[in-house]
């Protein structure tokens, strides 16, 4: 008994190899889409996407965070739902330490109504000298908090504000998030429909599947990268002058889901190659060829 496997002929005993094989990729492929799919839940649920450190500290008039009053930005992170900030408040004046040395303000706003002396002298605040800790607070009080990012467009400002671009851009990530999860579900049922029902249609079904969840997650991955920069460039407040940001956890697994789907599409498209009808076999045999036949066989459907 011989067959044809990507234009070559192989025996009965090289035929089986290759399908227990594909069957093997294909479950082992299957089992990371599911697992792609956790890890992609666990991505878009994370307020990790990105962070802005500032290390000097930077005055921010609003923080879009309720109950969070304006003040000096010194950290914050984000992802798609929920954004988080860490502001100083009332006059505070975070300081870092060097070693042997007096500390020296990392702001130099007024404190208590006096101006910190930092060219060539020890600062000081209150009559007391900042000595001492790699990064101390001088008055004041530090307050975190995290919110859920609005969705809903400001009425009070025009359109093409750019308040009302980052939440177009926040509805569009939210919007194809939710699609991409329907998406891979879909896909999964697909996937494990193929080892009840080996037609070599239903693996190309999951191809394409695996291969569209791909694409919605890049188009996720991407709006939030060009968000990111347009806010850079106008939007103050989430990534003020002096501040440094940079992408993380969340995004980073972002890309991984993709490749996952990616690569899953790749895998099911390989795979999905029609066999040919083979020449009959023994009698023991006989089942599973006919079995096989019928599979990759054109099918007539009834109404």
Known sequence: MSMRHGGARLDSKQAAKVAVFERRLLMYCTISVVVGLLLWVISISTEYWFTVDCPNG????RTGIPGLDPGYLTYSYSGLWRTCKTIYHNGTVPVRASAGSA????????????????????PEVNGTEVLGTPLALITGQTTSACAYMRIKFLKVIDNDHPLNVVIA????????????????????????????????????????????????QLVVIEVKVTSLQYQNLNVESVIPDGCTWHYSAGFVLGWLCFIISLFAGVIFLYTSGKKKKRPEGNASEGAQEDEDDFDDEPQIMGR
């Open 58 to 61: 930077a005055f921010i008039n």
């Open 103 to 122: 500390t020296v303000p990392l702001l130099s706003p007024e404190v208590n109504g006096t101006e910190p002396e930092v060219n060539g002298t020890q």
């Open 169 to 216: 851009y926040r509805r569009t990530c939210l919007a194809f998030s939710v699609i991409s999860i329907m998406l891979a579900g879909m896909a999964i049922f697909f996937s494990i429909y193929t080892f009840r029902v080996r037609r070599y249609t239903f693996k190309r079904v999951a191809a394409c599947l695996h291969f569209m969840v791909a694409a919605v």
